[in-house]
């Protein structure tokens, strides 16, 4: 579930929140190994999964994003910074910040991601879109599916 902009959520912020039937360990796992992120989000990319490791993601189509790990504390939280090197979304490369922390619950885990920073409030509305779509994902593999084929890779941002 995507949470809309509340005066305790700034406008250039997307909140989201997922229950995930999957251990943090297992959920934390997909956020910091190549192989894994690559089976939920994206077709191809470098990364250095430790605070101030790099990362290069080509996400859809000739869309590419990057940043810097700023905190990577497993299984608990990943905090890094997001932007694009190339697509249609006026967010600069490194230029936003992602926070992902994992709460375990009776039935797995509880997924609260923050993305600050954002300009525009239809860079906001793209990128709660692309959480959704992504987290989705996510969700499926931690819980043991392999998701279809991802449509986006493979086609331009509108």
Known sequence: MT????????????????????????????????????????ADGTFSF???????IQVTGEDVASGRFLTVDPPERLVFTWGWEQGVLPVPAGSTRVEITLEPTDQGTLLHLIHSGLPTSESCEAHAETWQHYTDRLTLRAEGTTPAPDPWPHQPTP
């Open 50 to 56: 430790e605070p101030g490791g790099l990362y290069r």
């Open 3 to 42: 949470t809309p902009a509340t005066p305790a959520t700034p406008m250039d912020t997307v909140t989201l929140e997922r229950r995930i039937e999957a251990r943090p360990e297992t959920v934390f796992a997909l956020f910091t190994d190549r192989e894994k992120w690559l089976s939920w989000m994206g």
